[in-house]
């Protein structure tokens, strides 16, 4: 008789303090996904929903010590790393990965956190791409992270296609670039005119051409001193768009604030006892989780998926509800031979601290629990948009997400 073991998950990242992010979110998401969560940590961070206050890093070999006693012992059937912090920490990790011979292997290349903080050194990205990418199957860039590791700005959903196959040819399996920070709309003007202030060049006709010279000037280049200085600009650049997102959000929550306390209060109240009837008392808005796939007609991808091994996907609570009118996310996914996007509703929240640690996080349980890695992608997008939709309003700030949501609105359907 076959002796049944439960998939094993490693996290190699930082402590997140505030419980949103992080180690704390792989943690609270591989338990609620049933598989068995270990950590290495990198580094702690002190931190809440108002930002990072401060980094500790560990010495290098505290993360390669911990890799080697849990994958010496308990086994790992999957890993994801999240923050890393510095070269040498990626170093050490991509050796031991290489070592035990890991191949499920999700990389969230952390770079900032929402708010502005560096969790990785600038001069960290070239190990990064050198070291650490060739071992991933599957790695997670943000939209301002797939821009320093490809070298161009990202605009357009074709821009975001080319920086895909450009990290896809540092050696990665499946690249996917999440759409948490396109808002696309109006603001594009406005980007290009910051651009031009960084590059001083001009806003108008001649801006592409300098652009295509400037990301020929970073491919040739390819030096640390150059990465380091192309990582800043364009980090300062996101920080500077998210601190003036996150104040008028901060504004319009304010306004709204009488109305949520009531409901968070009503949430809080019920929320260990009486779960399922607060879910039954929820609308159908907030019932379904809102995903849709879109192929690109060459795409051969969509065969990969195996819908009846998660029927529960099927349901009307994870089936798409396809209204066209309300604004999407999109996370780009491509495997060297084609283009998959998909995309969720937009929930209009601020309380998105730690989507890209949840989401890799799910993943990688997929993956151990022996999911394709299409298949691990969608189901994590499932749970970082239940997680998301049904947030807790907890913070002042970027508040974390619902680790439970995903869970219990299955628990409603059994
Ligand atoms: N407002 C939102 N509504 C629905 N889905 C979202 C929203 N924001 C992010 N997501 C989803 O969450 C996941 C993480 O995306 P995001 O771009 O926010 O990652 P990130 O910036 O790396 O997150 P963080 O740095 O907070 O860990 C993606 O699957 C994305 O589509
Ligand atoms: C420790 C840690 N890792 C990752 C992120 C990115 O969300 C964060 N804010 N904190």
Redesign the pocket.
Known sequence: MTEVRVPRVLTIAGSDSGGG?GIQADLKTFQELGVYGMSAITAITVQNTLGVHGVYPLPPEAAAEQIEAVGSDLGVDALKTGMLFNAEIIRLVADQIHKFGWEKVVV?P?MI??GGAELLQNEAVLAMKEHLLPLALVVTP??PEAEVLAGMRIRTMEDRREAARRIHALGPKIVVI????DEGGPDREDRDHEEARIYGISAGADREENLEKHSEEHSEEHSEEHSDKYMKEILAEHTEEQMEKHMDKHQEDHTNNHKNNHKNNHINDHINDHMEDILKENTEKHMEVHLDVVNHPDDQTRTAMHPEKYSHMNSPIFKAVGNDRDPQ?I?LIYDGAAFTELS????N?VH??????T?SAAIAAGLAQGMSAFDAIRSG?SF??AA?EDGLNLGQGHGPTNHWAYQRRLGVLR
Not at 178 to 181: S, V
Not at 352 to 357: D, I, K, L, P, V
Request: hydrophobic share 30%.
């Open positions: 992010a969230d952390v956190a929402k943000n939209i999440k759409g948490g920070h996310v996370d969720g509703k937009r929930v929240t998105t601290h730690g989507t890209g640690c989401f997008r970082i948009q998301i």
